[in-house]
Every structure is written in structure tokens, then in C-alpha cells.
């Protein structure tokens, strides 16, 4: 062993073996972290639609809810103008004309006003939940794509890694020294003392 570790080629060698691994392992590292960047965008993403979902039903609920107090209107301004009418009739006023007909047609106006406003108020709070779907839908879209960049930047960041440890093995094991002697050769040595190691342990050499 300490042949190995006295021979300068063999050194240069196994430096060359390490820088690509460690090259590797960057590779292996922007894979899972790219992995992992995509899966919290992917959640983020999941959360935004359904966000988006809530949002739209509760569009609808404020609509259908603004419809049924419409309706509570106008049946709340048909019974006024019935309690009128009768309270009237009981007095042998005349219905269809002066006072009486004033009334009723006052109660018809307010009934029908609160009866607008009320569904103008549903409509603008349908809105304002549309709008936040909408606002969830892009933030889904948007989640989604950093989803594919960060894969995709993973993707190119490790081939680069790749591309670096191949350079160094390259580069690394067919540079001659002074003697011409390249590194896949001196590979060749440090391959002839693998035998001098028992499976039980490192024999001294």
C-alpha cells in the first residue's frame, strides 16, 4: 500500500477518479434538489386549484343566497300591499284610486328597489369570489411552470455535471507526462496491486 501511495502517477490517478466523482455527485445533487423543488411547486399548484374550486362555489352560493332573498322581497312587499288592501277594504276606501293606489304603489317601488339592491350586493360578491378564482387559476399556471423549469434546470444542470466529470476523465487520463507516460496507463499499475488485497483485510506490501 505504500507503494500506492508513494507512486505520483498513481496519485494523479485516483485525484483524476475523485474530481469526476465529486463532479457526479453534484449531478446527483441538482437532480434531488430540482426533484424537490418540483414537488413543493406541484403542491402549491394543487392548492392553488383547489382554492380555485372553493372560490367558484362560493361564486354560486352568494348568487343562489342573493336569489332566495329576492324572492324573500317580493313576497315580504306582495304581503305588505295584501295587509293594505285589506286594511283599507275594511274601511270602504276605494282601492284602485287616490291614497290607496298611492300606497300600493309606493310599497311596489321600495319592494322592487330592495329588491335590486339586494341582488346588485350578491352579484358584486359573486365577483369578488370569480376574481379570486381567476387570481388561483394564474397561480396555478404559474406554480405549474416553475414545476417544469426547476425539472428542467435540474435536468441541464446535471448533464452539465456530467459533461465535467467526463471532461476530467478525459482530460485526465490521456495527458502524457514527461515521459510519456499517460494516466490510463498508470491506471494500468494501480490495477496490478488490486490482487495483493485479501478479501480480509489489506496485506502489507
Same mark, same amino acid.
Given at each position: 500500500?505504500?507503494?500506492?501511495?508513494?507512486?505520483?502517477?498513481?496519485?494523479?490517478?485516483?485525484?483524476?477518479?475523485?474530481?469526476?466523482?465529486?463532479?457526479?455527485?453534484?449531478?446527483?445533487?441538482?437532480?434531488?434538489?430540482?426533484?424537490?423543488?418540483?414537488? =413543493?411547486?406541484?403542491?402549491?399548484?394543487?392548492?392553488?386549484?383547489?382554492?380555485?374550486?372553493?372560490?367558484?362555489?362560493?361564486?354560486? &352560493?352568494?348568487?343562489?343566497?342573493?336569489?332566495? /332573498?329576492?324572492?324573500?322581497?317580493?313576497?315580504?312587499?306582495?304581503?305588505?300591499?295584501?295587509?293594505?288592501?285589506?286594511?283599507?277594504?275594511?274601511?270602504?276606501?276605494?282601492? &284602485?284610486?287616490?291614497?290607496?293606489?298611492?300606497?300600493?304603489?309606493?310599497?311596489?317601488?321600495?319592494?322592487?328597489? &330592495?329588491?335590486?339592491?339586494?341582488?346588485?350586493?350578491?352579484?358584486?360578491?359573486?365577483?369578488?369570489?370569480?376574481?379570486?378564482?381567476?387570481?388561483?387559476?394564474?397561480?396555478?399556471?404559474?406554480?405549474?411552470?416553475?414545476?417544469?423549469?426547476?425539472?428542467?434546470?435540474?435536468?441541464?444542470?446535471?448533464?452539465?455535471?456530467?459533461?465535467?466529470?467526463?471532461?476530467?476523465? =478525459?482530460?485526465?487520463?490521456?495527458?502524457?507526462?514527461? /515521459?510519456?507516460?499517460?494516466?490510463?496507463?498508470? =491506471?494500468?499499475?494501480?490495477?496490478?496491486?488490486?490482487?495483493?488485497?485479501?478479501?480480509?483485510?489489506?496485506?502489507?506490501?
Amino acid at each position: 500500500m505504500g507503494e500506492l501511495a508513494r507512486n505520483p502517477e498513481v496519485l494523479e490517478a485516483l485525484g483524476t477518479v475523485s474530481g469526476a466523482l465529486g463532479s457526479l455527485q453534484k449531478a446527483s445533487g441538482a437532480t434531488a434538489l430540482a426533484g424537490s423543488e418540483a414537488a =413543493a411547486a406541484s403542491y402549491r399548484a394543487a392548492v392553488a386549484r383547489n382554492n380555485e374550486v372553493l372560490a367558484g362555489r362560493a361564486a354560486e &352560493d352568494a348568487l343562489a343566497v342573493g336569489k332566495l /332573498e329576492v324572492a324573500r322581497s317580493a313576497r315580504g312587499t306582495r304581503q305588505l300591499i295584501a295587509r293594505q288592501r285589506v286594511a283599507l277594504a275594511g274601511r270602504g276606501v276605494l282601492l &284602485d284610486a287616490g291614497t290607496p293606489l298611492g300606497l300600493e304603489l309606493d310599497a311596489l317601488t321600495f319592494g322592487k328597489l &330592495d329588491q335590486l339592491t339586494i341582488q346588485n350586493i350578491a352579484e358584486r360578491e359573486a365577483l369578488g369570489f370569480r376574481t379570486q378564482a381567476a387570481n388561483f387559476r394564474s397561480e396555478a399556471a404559474l406554480e405549474e411552470l416553475g414545476r417544469r423549469n426547476a425539472l428542467l434546470s435540474g435536468r441541464i444542470l446535471s448533464r452539465s455535471f456530467q459533461r465535467e466529470a467526463l471532461g476530467t476523465l =478525459a482530460t485526465g487520463f490521456t495527458k502524457e507526462d514527461d /515521459e510519456g507516460t499517460t494516466l490510463a496507463t498508470t =491506471a494500468s499499475t494501480v490495477a496490478r496491486f488490486v490482487p495483493r488485497f485479501s478479501r480480509g483485510g489489506v496485506r502489507r506490501l
